[in-house]
């Protein structure tokens, strides 16, 4: 289905990210594998993939740098010569209540899950422009939507980052590129992982479906928006999550 796209996807060394990048090799995208710490967790993705007879590289990037993430998008058309598929996958939380945030907590947040995609999809849009061609997917969160008690930084940034979805789709929209947002609810990852038993047992208990969801559910999402079969659905943001936002 995506046979031959080139794909990058942000913060792929764990987590949802991972599944989006397996996902979308195993339907036949060259993936470039981006993380910013994990090295090795990286390298396993990429191991996973060529094993399983795709083609991935690896590239180390702070999305929330500016001139990092042009050179490794430089880097990617030098090397396979397109960018079909950007997934923008990579967040943290560094959540606390608004009177106890620091101020670096909020630009941490801002700056890595807000900022990062502005700057992938500033220095990939040229090229997707110039292709005539291009998916854009960012990584929103059910808490952009309905806000979310201790995560004013991260829902900002989520939040943020549908608007952005809305107005680069609009703005892309003359050369076909499609740009949609996803909005995951609770997924089972690090992320998540590292909440309170009883922090998860009540957002669980949130939840219409009574479960948390799985990062497969929402890669499969992604391969979906990053495929033909999608052609006609932009500017959109698309809630995996149980329900959860209904
Ligand atoms: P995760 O398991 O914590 O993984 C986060 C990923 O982001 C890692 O691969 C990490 O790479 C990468 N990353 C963090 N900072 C980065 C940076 N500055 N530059 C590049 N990569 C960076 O998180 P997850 O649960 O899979 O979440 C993935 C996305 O889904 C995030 O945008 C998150 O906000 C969103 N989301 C998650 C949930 C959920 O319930 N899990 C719900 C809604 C939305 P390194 O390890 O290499 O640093």
């Excluded at 998540?192 to 047992?201: F, L």
């Excluded at 799985?214 to 495929?227: G, H, I, P, T």
């Amino acid at each position: 289905m995506l046979e031959g796209k080139i794909a990058l996807v942000t913060g792929a060394s764990r987590g949802i990210g991972k599944a989006i990048a397996l996902t979308l090799a195993e339907q036949g995208a060259v993936v470039v594998v981006n993380y910013n710490g994990s090295q090795e967790k990286a390298q396993e993705v990429v191991r996973e993939i060529t094993e399983a007879g795709g083609k991935a590289s690896l590239s180390q990037c702070n999305v929330a740098d500016f001139a990092a993430t042009e050179e490794m998008i430089k880097n990617i058309i030098k090397e396979y010569g397109a960018l079909d598929i950007l997934v923008n996958n990579a967040g943290i939380t560094r959540d606390n209540l608004i009177l106890k945030m620091k101020e670096e907590d909020f630009d941490a947040v801002l700056d890595i899950n807000l900022k990062g995609a502005f700057n992938t999809i500033k220095h990939a849009s040229r090229q997707m422009l110039k292709q005539k061609s291009g998916k854009i997917i960012n990584i929103s969160s059910v808490s952009g939507i309905l806000g979310n008690a201790g995560q004013a930084n991260y829902s900002a940034s989520k939040a943020g980052v549908i608007g952005l979805t809305k107005s680069v789709a609009r703005e892309l929209s003359s050369r076909q590129i499609n740009v949609n947002a996803v909005a995951p609810g609770f997924i089972d990852t690090d992320m998540t992982q590292a909440m309170t038993e009883q922090a998860k047992e009540e957002m669980s208990s949130q939840i219409p479906f009574g479960r948390c969801g799985q990062a497969q559910e929402v890669a499969d999402v992604v391969a979906f928006l990053a495929s033909e079969k999608a052609a006609y659905i932009t500017g959109q943001v698309i809630s995996v999550d149980g329900g959860l936002a209904i």
